[in-house]
């Protein structure tokens, strides 16, 4: 069983930055594939962002591409999530997911098999 727990979130104006954590309480962590999520108040879950397994790939949704970056240390068993220049429709729930090694559909949550409870993003403007 994978436990996921994220942080780092909060509340900022627009432009701003804020780093997001999840950490993973599993010994092979880097045989998992990672994604952040978010859903917006009234909204679907949306997918946000992806790191493969080996750590050599990563994938962004055209919203964030250029915006934020995703990142792994297999040797702390964390994944991160750098977002700058934040907008108000950046405000959401925003979740941690994992699935073992390579998910069926890297954007898809139904792929994923782990999830973290989530942390709220609030961007003013």
């Known amino acids: 069983q994978v436990q996921l727990v994220e942080s780092g979130g909060g509340v900022v104006q627009t432009g701003g930055s804020l780093r997001l954590s999840c950490a993973a309480s599993?010994?092979?962590?880097?045989?998992?594939?990672t994604a952040w999520f978010r859903q917006p108040p009234g909204k679907e879950r949306e997918f946000v962002a992806a790191s493969w397994w080996d750590g050599g790939s990563t994938y962004y949704a055209d919203s964030v591409k250029g915006r934020f970056t995703i990142s792994r240390d297999n040797a702390k068993n964390t994944v991160y999530l750098q977002m700058n220049s934040l907008k108000p429709e950046d405000t959401a729930l925003y979740y941690c997911?994992?699935?073992?090694?390579?998910?069926?559909?890297?954007?898809?949550?139904?792929?994923?098999?782990?999830w973290g409870q989530g942390t709220q993003v609030t961007v003013s403007s």
């Open positions: 599993v010994r092979t962590f880097s045989s998992y594939t």
């Open positions: 997911a994992a699935a073992k090694w390579a998910p069926t559909v890297l954007t898809q949550s139904r792929s994923y098999d782990y």
